[in-house]
């Protein structure tokens, strides 16, 4: 059974840093392509990085580009998201998602989310 | 890239076909794929590449996407598909909708 648990949200400051993780388990982690998706309490939701199989290869949305790093660790199946100066509106709930096998961009399996809070 | 458009709401009573529009220039050229998002739940993914159901989804669920419309349908609507709902493209990055919140009346 997949299964994506992820961790790491919490109350920072609007500046501050968050480091979100994802552990990945029922399936061959390394041969996927894994993202973060976002959702702002009232609102839809909103892409925020995709990181390729190999690890070589990521995408960002624009107004998270130069301010997040997405990272992976193959041997222990794990998803990372850096997030550095923050801001309110990046307040959200964070999903950790997996890309189908034959398209990095359809999400078929999603955790349960982490909240993150940017809040002064 | 442009946005997708949706409607933000759509009302239909129980055992009808609920109709959700997802709309873009030229969005027929693209691979459109839909997810349901419930209160406290995490998006399921409905519908991938137009009109495929991943297993496990109701054959009620089908897509459809020509022109610069995308069409989600709901045949036979229950009472627990009131959701929102989300069509989603890849173009350079991966664009949502705004979302359509779906009532059963």
């Known amino acids: 059974e997949v299964q994506l648990f992820e961790s790491g949200g919490g109350l920072v400051q609007p500046g501050g840093s968050l480091r979100l993780s994802c552990a990945a388990s029922g399936f061959a982690f390394s041969n996927y392509a894994m993202s973060w998706v976002r959702q702002a309490p009232g609102r839809g939701l909103e892409w925020v990085s995709t990181?390729?199989?190999?690890?070589?290869?990521?995408y960002f949305a624009d107004s998270m580009e130069g301010r997040f790093t997405i990272s992976r660790d193959n041997s222990n199946n794990a998803l990372y998201l850096q997030m550095n100066s923050l801001r309110v509106e990046d307040t959200a709930l964070y999903y950790c998602?997996?890309?189908?096998?034959?398209?990095?961009?359809?999400?078929?399996?999603w955790g349960q989310g982490t909240l993150v809070t940017v809040s002064s | 890239s442009d946005a997708l458009t949706q409607p933000p709401s759509v009302s239909v009573s129980p055992g009808q076909t609920a109709s959700i529009t997802c709309s873009r220039d030229?969005?027929?050229?693209?691979?459109v794929c839909w997810y349901q998002k419930k209160p406290g739940q995490s998006p399921v993914l409905l519908i991938y590449?137009?009109?495929k159901r991943p297993s496990g989804i109701p054959e009620r669920f089908s897509g459809s996407n020509s022109g610069n419309i995308a069409t989600l349908t709901i045949s036979g609507t229950q009472a627990v598909d009131e959701a929102d709902y989300y069509c989603?493209?890849?173009?350079?990055?991966?664009?949502f909708g705004g979302g359509t919140k779906l009532t059963v009346l």
């Open positions: 998602t997996r890309g189908t096998a034959g398209d990095f961009s359809t999400f078929d399996y």
């Open positions: 030229q969005l027929g050229r693209k691979f």
């Open positions: 990181l390729i199989g190999s690890g070589h290869i990521s």
């Open positions: 590449q137009n009109n």
């Open positions: 989603q493209i890849w173009e350079s990055s991966v664009v």
